[in-house]
Protein backbone atom coordinates (compact mmCIF):
# COMPACT_ATOMS: atom_id res chain seq x y z
CA UNK A 1 0.00 0.00 0.00
CA UNK A 2 1.24 3.50 -0.82
CA UNK A 3 2.14 5.86 1.93
CA UNK A 4 1.56 9.22 2.95
CA UNK A 5 4.65 10.39 1.76
CA UNK A 6 4.23 9.17 -1.94
CA UNK A 7 0.54 11.07 -1.75
CA UNK A 8 2.30 14.48 -1.03
CA UNK A 9 3.03 15.62 -4.42
CA UNK A 10 -0.70 15.08 -5.07
CA UNK A 11 -2.70 15.75 -2.03
CA UNK A 12 -1.01 17.82 1.08
CA UNK A 13 -1.02 14.74 3.84
CA UNK A 14 -3.53 15.38 6.37
CA UNK A 15 -0.62 15.73 9.56
CA UNK A 16 1.14 18.52 7.46
CA UNK A 17 -2.08 20.99 7.18
CA UNK A 18 -5.34 19.14 7.45
CA UNK A 19 -7.34 22.77 5.85
CA UNK A 20 -4.59 22.54 3.07
CA UNK A 21 -5.40 18.64 2.75
CA UNK A 22 -9.15 19.62 2.40
CA UNK A 23 -8.96 21.89 -0.26
CA UNK A 24 -6.44 19.54 -2.06
CA UNK A 25 -8.71 16.88 -1.86
CA UNK A 26 -12.09 18.51 -2.78
CA UNK A 27 -10.16 20.43 -5.70
CA UNK A 28 -8.43 17.51 -6.84
CA UNK A 29 -11.37 14.60 -6.71
CA UNK A 30 -13.64 17.53 -8.63
CA UNK A 31 -15.58 18.36 -6.54
CA UNK A 32 -15.89 21.85 -6.50
CA UNK A 33 -13.93 24.99 -8.35
CA UNK A 34 -13.81 28.88 -7.30
CA UNK A 35 -15.80 30.87 -8.62
CA UNK A 36 -15.22 34.36 -9.84
CA UNK A 37 -17.58 35.54 -7.37
CA UNK A 38 -16.17 35.84 -3.84
CA UNK A 39 -16.85 33.41 -1.33
CA UNK A 40 -19.04 31.48 -3.74
CA UNK A 41 -18.08 27.84 -5.24
CA UNK A 42 -19.05 26.03 -8.37
CA UNK A 43 -20.50 22.60 -7.60
CA UNK A 44 -18.56 20.17 -9.89
CA UNK A 45 -21.03 16.89 -10.97
CA UNK A 46 -19.47 14.24 -8.95
CA UNK A 47 -20.29 17.17 -6.06
CA UNK A 48 -23.38 18.31 -6.71
CA UNK A 49 -24.26 14.42 -6.91
CA UNK A 50 -23.49 13.97 -3.95
CA UNK A 51 -25.74 16.68 -2.80
CA UNK A 52 -28.65 15.17 -4.78
CA UNK A 53 -28.12 12.13 -2.92
CA UNK A 54 -28.56 13.45 0.74
CA UNK A 55 -31.46 15.82 -1.04
CA UNK A 56 -33.07 12.20 -2.01
CA UNK A 57 -32.57 10.51 1.11
CA UNK A 58 -33.98 13.53 3.74
CA UNK A 59 -36.54 14.02 1.00
CA UNK A 60 -37.78 10.66 1.94
CA UNK A 61 -38.01 10.79 5.11
CA UNK A 62 -39.57 14.49 5.42
CA UNK A 63 -42.13 13.29 3.29
CA UNK A 64 -42.50 10.24 5.12
CA UNK A 65 -43.12 12.68 8.80
CA UNK A 66 -45.86 14.34 6.84
CA UNK A 67 -44.15 17.32 5.24
CA UNK A 68 -44.54 18.99 1.77
CA UNK A 69 -42.31 20.97 -0.68
CA UNK A 70 -42.89 24.52 -1.50
CA UNK A 71 -41.16 27.36 -2.33
CA UNK A 72 -40.59 30.99 -1.36
CA UNK A 73 -39.03 33.89 -2.76
CA UNK A 74 -35.31 34.67 -2.29
CA UNK A 75 -35.77 38.41 -1.91
CA UNK A 76 -37.59 39.24 1.27
CA UNK A 77 -38.57 43.07 1.73
CA UNK A 78 -36.31 45.08 4.79
CA UNK A 79 -39.69 45.74 6.93
CA UNK A 80 -40.29 41.94 7.55
CA UNK A 81 -37.32 41.03 9.03
CA UNK A 82 -37.57 44.06 11.10
CA UNK A 83 -40.54 42.85 12.58
CA UNK A 84 -38.55 40.55 14.86
CA UNK A 85 -35.28 42.68 16.03
CA UNK A 86 -33.61 39.43 17.44
CA UNK A 87 -33.70 37.54 14.02
CA UNK A 88 -32.53 40.42 12.31
CA UNK A 89 -30.02 41.96 14.20
CA UNK A 90 -28.20 38.18 14.20
CA UNK A 91 -28.40 37.73 10.62
CA UNK A 92 -27.46 42.15 9.58
CA UNK A 93 -23.72 41.76 8.96
CA UNK A 94 -23.83 39.09 6.86
CA UNK A 95 -26.79 40.53 4.27
CA UNK A 96 -26.38 41.69 1.14
CA UNK A 97 -29.55 44.31 -0.07
CA UNK A 98 -30.89 44.92 -3.28
CA UNK A 99 -31.61 48.28 -3.50
CA UNK A 100 -31.87 49.49 -7.06
CA UNK A 101 -33.28 48.25 -10.33
CA UNK A 102 -31.70 50.11 -13.20
CA UNK A 103 -31.68 53.17 -12.97
CA UNK A 104 -34.52 53.41 -10.12
CA UNK A 105 -33.84 52.99 -6.18
CA UNK A 106 -36.30 50.51 -4.83
CA UNK A 107 -39.01 51.93 -2.30
CA UNK A 108 -37.99 49.54 -0.05
CA UNK A 109 -34.44 47.65 0.14
CA UNK A 110 -34.99 43.71 -0.15
CA UNK A 111 -32.81 41.27 1.49
CA UNK A 112 -31.33 38.34 -0.34
CA UNK A 113 -32.54 35.35 1.38
CA UNK A 114 -29.99 34.81 4.67
CA UNK A 115 -33.90 32.22 5.70
CA UNK A 116 -37.23 32.31 5.33
CA UNK A 117 -38.60 32.63 8.77
CA UNK A 118 -40.37 35.96 7.97
CA UNK A 119 -41.17 35.84 4.48
CA UNK A 120 -43.01 32.42 5.73
CA UNK A 121 -44.44 33.88 8.75
CA UNK A 122 -46.06 36.34 6.28
CA UNK A 123 -47.50 34.10 4.12
CA UNK A 124 -48.99 32.05 7.27
CA UNK A 125 -50.67 34.79 8.89
CA UNK A 126 -53.05 34.77 5.32
CA UNK A 127 -52.77 30.99 5.13
CA UNK A 128 -53.84 30.32 8.85
CA UNK A 129 -57.27 30.89 10.48
CA UNK A 130 -58.66 27.70 12.33
CA UNK A 131 -57.68 25.37 14.19
CA UNK A 132 -58.45 22.69 11.16
CA UNK A 133 -55.95 24.50 9.07
CA UNK A 134 -52.83 22.93 11.71
CA UNK A 135 -50.34 21.78 11.95
CA UNK A 136 -48.60 23.49 8.55
CA UNK A 137 -45.79 20.83 7.78
CA UNK A 138 -43.74 22.60 5.08
CA UNK A 139 -40.13 21.91 3.75
CA UNK A 140 -38.02 24.01 1.20
CA UNK A 141 -35.71 23.18 -0.92
CA UNK A 142 -33.60 26.39 -1.43
CA UNK A 143 -30.52 28.69 -1.51
CA UNK A 144 -29.18 30.93 1.09
CA UNK A 145 -26.50 33.97 1.32
CA UNK A 146 -24.86 34.68 3.81
CA UNK A 147 -21.72 37.43 2.81
CA UNK A 148 -19.38 35.39 5.52
CA UNK A 149 -16.03 36.96 6.14
CA UNK A 150 -14.55 33.84 6.39
CA UNK A 151 -14.95 31.42 3.74
CA UNK A 152 -13.90 27.42 3.13
CA UNK A 153 -15.61 26.00 0.40
CA UNK A 154 -18.95 23.23 1.54
CA UNK A 155 -18.62 24.18 5.18
CA UNK A 156 -18.90 27.94 5.02
CA UNK A 157 -19.42 29.82 1.51
CA UNK A 158 -21.07 32.75 0.64
CA UNK A 159 -24.05 31.09 -1.11
CA UNK A 160 -24.96 27.66 -0.10
CA UNK A 161 -27.60 25.13 -0.51
CA UNK A 162 -30.12 23.70 2.20
CA UNK A 163 -33.37 22.74 2.98
CA UNK A 164 -35.22 24.28 5.49
CA UNK A 165 -38.22 22.96 7.22
CA UNK A 166 -41.06 25.61 8.58
CA UNK A 167 -44.13 23.78 10.60
CA UNK A 168 -46.95 26.14 12.81
CA UNK A 169 -48.70 24.30 15.68
CA UNK A 170 -51.94 24.54 17.75
CA UNK A 171 -50.10 23.62 20.93
CA UNK A 172 -46.56 24.28 22.54
CA UNK A 173 -46.52 20.86 22.72
CA UNK A 174 -46.32 19.83 19.55
CA UNK A 175 -44.20 22.46 18.11
CA UNK A 176 -41.93 20.57 21.03
CA UNK A 177 -42.39 17.27 19.61
CA UNK A 178 -41.79 18.50 15.66
CA UNK A 179 -38.66 19.92 17.11
CA UNK A 180 -37.28 16.71 18.69
CA UNK A 181 -38.89 14.42 15.81
CA UNK A 182 -37.29 16.31 12.68
CA UNK A 183 -33.70 16.49 15.02
CA UNK A 184 -34.02 12.67 15.49
CA UNK A 185 -34.54 12.58 11.50
CA UNK A 186 -31.26 14.16 11.24
CA UNK A 187 -29.23 12.38 13.55
CA UNK A 188 -30.87 8.67 11.75
CA UNK A 189 -30.11 10.10 8.86
CA UNK A 190 -26.46 11.11 9.53
CA UNK A 191 -25.55 8.11 11.23
CA UNK A 192 -27.21 6.00 8.29
CA UNK A 193 -26.78 7.25 4.88
CA UNK A 194 -23.50 9.29 5.71
CA UNK A 195 -22.26 6.61 8.64
CA UNK A 196 -21.43 9.63 10.71
CA UNK A 197 -21.71 9.72 14.40
CA UNK A 198 -22.88 12.68 16.07
CA UNK A 199 -24.19 13.81 19.20
CA UNK A 200 -27.43 15.38 19.94
CA UNK A 201 -28.10 18.18 22.40
CA UNK A 202 -29.38 21.56 22.75
CA UNK A 203 -27.64 24.76 22.30
CA UNK A 204 -26.60 27.23 25.23
CA UNK A 205 -28.65 30.60 25.24
CA UNK A 206 -25.48 32.29 23.64
CA UNK A 207 -25.38 29.77 20.74
CA UNK A 208 -29.11 29.32 19.74
CA UNK A 209 -30.54 30.78 16.68
CA UNK A 210 -31.75 34.13 16.60
CA UNK A 211 -34.94 34.61 17.43
CA UNK A 212 -35.42 30.61 18.81
CA UNK A 213 -37.03 29.76 21.98
CA UNK A 214 -34.48 27.02 22.38
CA UNK A 215 -32.29 25.16 19.63
CA UNK A 216 -31.03 21.64 19.08
CA UNK A 217 -27.76 20.46 16.81
CA UNK A 218 -26.04 17.31 15.98
CA UNK A 219 -22.30 18.19 16.15
CA UNK A 220 -20.19 15.73 13.91
CA UNK A 221 -16.03 15.31 14.53
CA UNK A 222 -14.22 15.93 11.85
CA UNK A 223 -10.84 13.61 11.72
CA UNK A 224 -8.55 16.97 13.06
CA UNK A 225 -10.69 16.94 15.96
CA UNK A 226 -12.76 19.42 15.11
CA UNK A 227 -16.62 19.94 15.58
CA UNK A 228 -19.17 20.74 12.71
CA UNK A 229 -22.36 21.45 13.15
CA UNK A 230 -24.08 18.94 11.13
CA UNK A 231 -28.29 20.21 11.42
CA UNK A 232 -29.77 22.10 14.07
CA UNK A 233 -33.61 22.17 15.18
CA UNK A 234 -35.41 25.48 16.41
CA UNK A 235 -38.48 25.70 19.19
CA UNK A 236 -39.66 29.11 18.03
CA UNK A 237 -42.26 29.47 20.37
CA UNK A 238 -44.64 32.32 19.08
CA UNK A 239 -41.74 35.07 19.00
CA UNK A 240 -42.67 35.23 14.72
CA UNK A 241 -46.43 34.43 15.02
CA UNK A 242 -46.69 37.35 17.35
CA UNK A 243 -44.65 39.44 14.76
CA UNK A 244 -46.61 38.50 11.80
CA UNK A 245 -49.49 37.65 13.89
CA UNK A 246 -49.84 34.31 13.05
CA UNK A 247 -53.59 33.63 14.70
CA UNK A 248 -56.25 30.68 14.96
CA UNK A 249 -59.49 30.31 16.08
CA UNK A 250 -59.35 27.47 18.66
CA UNK A 251 -61.96 24.50 19.28
CA UNK A 252 -62.42 26.54 22.51
CA UNK A 253 -63.46 29.87 19.98
CA UNK A 254 -60.71 31.76 21.36
CA UNK A 255 -58.46 33.70 19.24
CA UNK A 256 -54.63 32.37 19.80
CA UNK A 257 -51.47 32.40 18.31
CA UNK A 258 -49.34 29.51 16.97
CA UNK A 259 -46.07 27.88 17.84
CA UNK A 260 -43.46 27.72 14.95
CA UNK A 261 -40.52 25.51 14.37
CA UNK A 262 -37.68 25.50 11.65
CA UNK A 263 -34.74 23.10 10.68
CA UNK A 264 -31.92 22.12 8.17
CA UNK A 265 -29.01 21.32 7.05
CA UNK A 266 -26.97 22.42 4.36
CA UNK A 267 -24.48 21.01 2.20
CA UNK A 268 -21.76 21.69 4.72
CA UNK A 269 -22.50 18.16 4.71
CA UNK A 270 -20.76 17.17 2.03
CA UNK A 271 -17.47 18.79 3.57
CA UNK A 272 -18.46 16.94 6.77
CA UNK A 273 -18.19 14.07 4.60
CA UNK A 274 -14.86 14.72 3.02
CA UNK A 275 -13.57 15.51 6.53
CA UNK A 276 -14.48 12.97 8.35
CA UNK A 277 -14.27 9.99 6.45
CA UNK A 278 -10.93 11.11 4.77
CA UNK A 279 -7.13 9.98 4.63
CA UNK A 280 -4.06 10.65 3.15
CA UNK A 281 -5.04 9.15 -0.59
CA UNK A 282 -7.79 11.37 -0.66
CA UNK A 283 -11.55 10.98 -0.42
CA UNK A 284 -13.21 7.36 1.26
CA UNK A 285 -17.42 8.32 0.59
CA UNK A 286 -19.77 6.04 2.22
CA UNK A 287 -21.09 3.41 -0.58
CA UNK A 288 -24.53 4.82 -0.14
CA UNK A 289 -23.87 8.17 -0.44
CA UNK A 290 -21.08 7.73 -3.24
CA UNK A 291 -22.24 8.38 -7.10
CA UNK A 292 -20.00 5.61 -7.79
CA UNK A 293 -19.88 2.54 -5.93
CA UNK A 294 -17.78 0.37 -7.61
CA UNK A 295 -15.26 0.97 -10.60
CA UNK A 296 -14.46 -1.71 -12.64
CA UNK A 297 -10.67 -2.12 -14.15
CA UNK A 298 -9.36 -4.55 -16.92
CA UNK A 299 -5.60 -5.84 -16.14
CA UNK A 300 -3.38 -7.54 -17.51
CA UNK A 301 -0.92 -7.93 -20.96
CA UNK A 302 -2.45 -5.93 -24.23
CA UNK A 303 -2.14 -9.68 -25.81
CA UNK A 304 -4.94 -10.63 -23.60
CA UNK A 305 -6.86 -8.28 -23.87
CA UNK A 306 -9.73 -8.97 -26.29
CA UNK A 307 -9.96 -12.52 -23.84
CA UNK A 308 -10.59 -9.82 -20.53
CA UNK A 309 -12.39 -7.52 -22.03
CA UNK A 310 -15.48 -10.39 -23.59
CA UNK A 311 -16.08 -11.72 -19.83
CA UNK A 312 -15.03 -8.09 -18.05
CA UNK A 313 -18.66 -6.60 -20.47
CA UNK A 314 -20.84 -9.54 -19.21
CA UNK A 315 -19.29 -8.56 -15.19
CA UNK A 316 -20.10 -5.08 -16.02
CA UNK A 317 -23.66 -5.35 -17.29
CA UNK A 318 -24.56 -7.31 -14.10
CA UNK A 319 -23.41 -5.21 -11.97
CA UNK A 320 -25.35 -2.65 -13.54
CA UNK A 321 -28.16 -4.56 -13.89
CA UNK A 322 -28.17 -5.52 -10.18
CA UNK A 323 -28.69 -1.82 -9.67
CA UNK A 324 -25.55 -0.91 -8.85
CA UNK A 325 -23.46 2.47 -9.27
CA UNK A 326 -20.80 1.48 -11.05
CA UNK A 327 -18.36 2.45 -13.59
CA UNK A 328 -15.78 0.57 -16.23
CA UNK A 329 -12.34 1.98 -17.34
CA UNK A 330 -11.14 0.67 -20.02
CA UNK A 331 -9.14 2.95 -21.57
CA UNK A 332 -5.80 2.19 -22.70
CA UNK A 333 -3.70 5.45 -22.05
CA UNK A 334 -4.06 5.38 -18.55
CA UNK A 335 -2.06 2.36 -16.88
CA UNK A 336 -3.89 0.41 -14.11
CA UNK A 337 -1.72 1.83 -11.33
CA UNK A 338 -2.84 5.43 -12.48
CA UNK A 339 -6.03 4.33 -12.20
CA UNK A 340 -6.11 2.88 -9.06
CA UNK A 341 -4.88 6.01 -7.33
CA UNK A 342 -7.36 8.03 -9.10
CA UNK A 343 -10.32 5.72 -7.41
CA UNK A 344 -9.16 5.98 -4.86
CA UNK A 345 -8.49 9.39 -3.94
CA UNK A 346 -11.93 10.20 -5.92
CA UNK A 347 -13.17 7.70 -2.53
CA UNK A 348 -14.96 5.43 -4.49
CA UNK A 349 -16.08 2.55 -1.88
CA UNK A 350 -14.73 -1.17 -4.25
CA UNK A 351 -12.56 -1.63 -7.02
CA UNK A 352 -13.20 -4.13 -9.08
CA UNK A 353 -9.71 -5.64 -11.16
CA UNK A 354 -10.08 -8.51 -13.75
CA UNK A 355 -7.10 -9.89 -15.57
CA UNK A 356 -6.73 -13.00 -17.74
CA UNK A 357 -5.80 -15.54 -15.00
CA UNK A 358 -8.61 -13.99 -13.16
CA UNK A 359 -10.72 -14.87 -15.89
CA UNK A 360 -9.66 -18.76 -15.73
CA UNK A 361 -9.97 -19.00 -12.24
CA UNK A 362 -13.32 -17.62 -12.76
CA UNK A 363 -13.00 -14.95 -10.06
CA UNK A 364 -11.93 -10.72 -9.66
CA UNK A 365 -10.36 -9.16 -7.16
CA UNK A 366 -12.19 -6.76 -5.56
CA UNK A 367 -10.08 -3.77 -3.17
CA UNK A 368 -12.04 -2.07 -0.41
CA UNK A 369 -11.43 1.69 0.05
CA UNK A 370 -12.13 1.69 3.34
CA UNK A 371 -9.16 -0.84 4.48
CA UNK A 372 -7.10 -1.25 1.60
CA UNK A 373 -7.94 -4.74 1.86
CA UNK A 374 -7.73 -7.26 -1.78
CA UNK A 375 -10.07 -10.11 -2.02
CA UNK A 376 -10.65 -12.58 -4.31
CA UNK A 377 -14.37 -13.28 -4.85
CA UNK A 378 -15.97 -15.70 -7.47
CA UNK A 379 -17.41 -14.66 -10.32
CA UNK A 380 -20.38 -16.21 -9.87
CA UNK A 381 -23.16 -14.42 -7.84
CA UNK A 382 -20.83 -11.60 -8.23
CA UNK A 383 -23.82 -8.78 -7.56
CA UNK A 384 -25.24 -10.38 -4.76
CA UNK A 385 -21.31 -10.31 -3.48
CA UNK A 386 -20.45 -6.90 -4.00
CA UNK A 387 -23.89 -5.52 -2.40
CA UNK A 388 -22.75 -7.51 0.30
CA UNK A 389 -19.47 -5.93 0.85
CA UNK A 390 -20.53 -2.14 0.08
CA UNK A 391 -22.97 -2.91 3.42
CA UNK A 392 -20.26 -3.99 4.84
CA UNK A 393 -18.19 -0.72 4.16
CA UNK A 394 -20.80 1.17 4.94
CA UNK A 395 -20.70 -0.19 8.88
CA UNK A 396 -17.47 0.07 8.88
CA UNK A 397 -17.25 3.20 7.84
CA UNK A 398 -19.50 4.63 10.94
CA UNK A 399 -18.01 2.30 13.11
CA UNK A 400 -14.35 3.48 12.61
CA UNK A 401 -15.76 7.22 13.14
CA UNK A 402 -17.46 5.96 16.37
CA UNK A 403 -14.15 4.67 17.79
CA UNK A 404 -12.46 8.20 16.25
CA UNK A 405 -14.99 9.98 18.43
CA UNK A 406 -14.29 8.17 21.41
CA UNK A 407 -10.99 8.32 21.84
CA UNK A 408 -10.75 11.98 21.03
CA UNK A 409 -13.54 12.95 23.49
CA UNK A 410 -12.69 13.97 26.97
CA UNK A 411 -13.49 15.12 30.19
CA UNK A 412 -12.49 18.23 31.86
CA UNK A 413 -12.98 18.99 35.41
CA UNK A 414 -11.15 22.86 36.27
CA UNK A 415 -10.67 25.60 33.43
CA UNK A 416 -7.26 24.66 33.23
CA UNK A 417 -7.38 21.49 32.20
CA UNK A 418 -10.27 22.19 29.95
CA UNK A 419 -7.04 24.54 28.48
CA UNK A 420 -4.79 21.79 28.31
CA UNK A 421 -6.54 19.46 26.74
CA UNK A 422 -7.99 21.77 24.31
CA UNK A 423 -4.72 22.68 22.96
CA UNK A 424 -2.61 19.60 23.26
CA UNK A 425 -4.92 16.91 22.31
CA UNK A 426 -8.33 19.04 20.48
CA UNK A 427 -11.40 17.08 20.26
CA UNK A 428 -14.43 17.34 22.49
CA UNK A 429 -14.27 18.30 26.22
CA UNK A 430 -16.57 17.57 28.61
CA UNK A 431 -17.42 20.35 31.31
CA UNK A 432 -19.76 21.28 33.89
CA UNK A 433 -21.50 24.66 33.01
CA UNK A 434 -23.29 26.76 36.05
CA UNK A 435 -25.58 28.10 33.36
CA UNK A 436 -23.92 31.66 33.67
CA UNK A 437 -22.89 33.61 30.18
CA UNK A 438 -19.96 35.22 31.77
CA UNK A 439 -18.65 31.25 32.49
CA UNK A 440 -19.31 30.22 29.22
CA UNK A 441 -17.37 33.73 27.84
CA UNK A 442 -14.32 32.94 29.98
CA UNK A 443 -13.59 28.99 28.20
CA UNK A 444 -14.51 30.93 24.89
CA UNK A 445 -11.84 33.41 25.79
CA UNK A 446 -9.25 31.53 26.95
CA UNK A 447 -9.36 28.12 24.71
CA UNK A 448 -11.32 29.64 21.65
CA UNK A 449 -13.12 26.29 21.87
CA UNK A 450 -17.23 27.04 22.30
CA UNK A 451 -20.20 25.27 23.94
CA UNK A 452 -21.22 22.80 21.10
CA UNK A 453 -24.34 21.41 22.60
CA UNK A 454 -25.31 20.03 26.01
CA UNK A 455 -25.80 16.81 24.97
CA UNK A 456 -29.27 14.99 25.83
CA UNK A 457 -26.86 11.08 26.75
CA UNK A 458 -23.62 12.70 28.46
CA UNK A 459 -20.77 10.18 28.99
CA UNK A 460 -20.99 11.78 32.28
CA UNK A 461 -22.57 14.02 35.01
CA UNK A 462 -20.46 17.07 36.04
CA UNK A 463 -20.68 17.95 39.69
CA UNK A 464 -19.07 21.28 39.57
CA UNK A 465 -18.12 24.41 36.98
CA UNK A 466 -15.10 24.25 35.23
CA UNK A 467 -14.72 28.19 35.65
CA UNK A 468 -16.37 29.17 38.65
CA UNK A 469 -16.99 26.29 40.85
CA UNK A 470 -20.21 26.39 41.63
CA UNK A 471 -22.50 23.55 40.94
CA UNK A 472 -22.93 22.57 37.74
CA UNK A 473 -26.56 22.67 35.79
CA UNK A 474 -25.41 21.22 32.74
CA UNK A 475 -22.21 18.56 31.16
CA UNK A 476 -21.30 20.32 27.92
CA UNK A 477 -19.32 19.83 25.37
CA UNK A 478 -16.50 22.44 23.91
CA UNK A 479 -14.71 21.98 20.93
CA UNK A 480 -12.83 24.42 18.34
CA UNK A 481 -14.66 24.36 15.25
CA UNK A 482 -15.69 25.36 11.81
Keep these: MPSEKEFSQEITPQSVDFSRWYID ?28 RIQQALDKRFKETGHRNAYFPLFIPESFLEKE ?21 LEERLAVRPTSETIIGYMYQRWIQSYRDLPVLLNQWANVVRWEKRTLPFLRTSEFLWQEGHTAHATEEEAREETMRMLNVYEEFARNELALPVIKGQKTPSERFAGAVDTYSIEAMMKDGRALQAGTSHYLGQNFARSFNIQFLDKDNELKYVHTTSWGVSTRLIGAVVMAHGDYR ?15 IPVGPLKTRAMVL ?26 PGWKFNEYELRGIPLRVE ?17 TGEKLTVSQDGLAKSIESLLE ?26 LERIISDAGGFVLAGWCGRDECEQVIKEKTKATARNIP ?6 MERCAVCDDAADHSVWYARSY
Design 25 to 52: TIRRAELMDYSPVRGCIVFRPDGYEIWE
Design 85 to 105: KEHIEGFNPELPWVTEVGDEK
Design 282 to 296: GLRLPPRLAPCQVVC
Design 310 to 335: ERFDKLFASLKEAGLRVKADTREEFS
Design 354 to 370: LGPRDVENNQVVVVRRD
Design 392 to 417: DVQKNMFTEASQFMRDNSHVAATLAD
Design 456 to 461: FDPPEK
